[in-house]
């Protein structure tokens, strides 16, 4: 399975922005998940979603962040509203066949990051 991710770019504090990635290969009973990495930091979860569309956030985007996915076209979505300086980071999509986790490292196909920069 390949991801390509995409929509990031620069934004100022409070506006929003939609990631997409799109998936080749199959994605059924799969999560699909969100995490970003910002300069100087681990990765971090951001959100994931089941193929039944059962969805998962990091508490500190909950109420900001919405998850989402196509299963036709294998997309899964990232809609970022009220968005914050601290949410500056690059943003992975990653997928996982399996039981939920929150895990990077449970996840087995990774897109190559889109970059999202908040300015104050």
């Known amino acids: 399975v390949q991801l390509q991710a995409s929509g990031g770019g620069l934004v100022q504090a409070g506006g929003s922005l939609r990631l997409a990635c799109a998936a080749s290969?199959?994605?059924?009973?799969?999560?699909m998940g969100w995490f970003r990495q910002a300069p100087g930091k681990e990765r971090e979860f951001v959100a994931t979603?089941?193929?039944?569309?059962?969805?998962y956030y990091a508490n500190s985007v909950k109420g900001r962040f919405t998850i989402s996915r196509d299963n036709v076209k294998k997309t899964v979505y990232l809609q970022m509203n009220s968005l914050k300086p601290e949410d500056t980071a690059v943003y992975y999509c990653a997928i996982r066949r399996g039981l939920y986790s929150r895990v990077g490292k449970d996840y087995e196909y990774w897109g190559q990051g889109t970059l999202v920069t908040v300015s104050s």
């Open positions: 979603i089941s193929w039944s569309s059962n969805k």
């Open positions: 290969g199959s994605t059924f009973d799969t999560y």
